[in-house]
């Protein structure tokens, strides 16, 4: 994908996250529940990972790996928490780079760490550095994503998730759901 896609990704979360830091101090709630939050959460993300410029497949454009993950949240409080995202694709395949090669994948291992935002009790945004692990080649991975969250009883929540991973040979964005569970007692 070419740089200018990124910009535009960039951009677009800015625009849509910027209305939201005006509104946030109308939508704090003062009730003795939302004081309350659980600091460890653990996720599991079941989801497609769509790879562009593969060429295994004969119109040589998209490829949809399944992906599987499993996210370890540590939260400050209700709005900052910082995450250890782990996701592995299902798949194995070929890119192709700018350089007209072709790159072999099987079974990419990404890690990140990324700052996860709240603005509200249903939304969050990340982002963060990451390393994507594979015995071809690996890469360095900047990853951005949003989730759109419902939370439920017991420290139970499930949401839609949204990624993007950029590296030097391509982007790769992902959609999945995750469900999380908190750990130990509120505090």
Known sequence: MHNSNLYFLILLLLIIENPLFAQDHNEHNEGSDHEKIHHHIIGLFVGYTVIPNEVSSEDSQSYVAPTLGLDYIYKFNHKIAVSLQNDLELASYEIETEHEETLKRE??????????YEPTDWWAVFGGPGYEFEHHESFFVTRLGTEFVKKFNDGWSLAVTLAVDIKEVNITPAIGITIFKGLGKTK
Request: glycine residues 0%; neutral net charge.
């Open 107 to 116: 079974y990419a291992f990404v890690s990140a760490v990324v700052f996860i």
